[in-house]
């Protein structure tokens, strides 16, 4: 099993950013997605979900301003990121579970987004 997300970048406040995450190494339209975010000296918290059947969920501080999609002909997930604020920079990450091991499932290296006020 293999993510790898890519797309961040420093933009403006207000702009918008598209990540994408290539996944491999298993069936990927089975699986649901999740993207979380990781700022500098904190936590990694939930951002969003991309069901298999393709319906999402977002987290309250990104609902109406992210949103989720998939090609699974891509075996592609992506966030579409707009009207972003200096909170939302932080490392951006993909995760899927496919397995009971690891426990909290499988990790991209992460992209970095940078917002600048």
């Known amino acids: 099993v293999h993510l790898v997300e890519s797309g961040g970048a420093l933009v403006q406040s207000g702009g918008s950013l598209r990540l994408s995450c290539a996944a491999s190494g298993f069936t990927f339209s089975k699986y649901n997605i999740k993207w979380y975010r990781q700022g500098p000296g904190e936590g990694r918290d939930w951002v969003a979900i991309i069901r298999a059947d393709g319906s999402t969920d977002y987290a309250h501080f990104v609902k109406g301003r992210f949103t989720g999609s998939r090609d699974n002909f891509k075996n592609t997930v992506y966030l579409q990121m707009n009207r972003l604020k200096s909170d939302d920079s932080a490392t951006y990450y993909c995760?899927?579970?496919?397995?009971?091991?690891?426990?909290?499932?499988?990790w991209g290296q992460g992209t970095q987004v940078t917002v600048s006020s």
């Open positions: 995760n899927v579970k496919v397995a009971e091991h690891p426990p909290d499932g499988t």
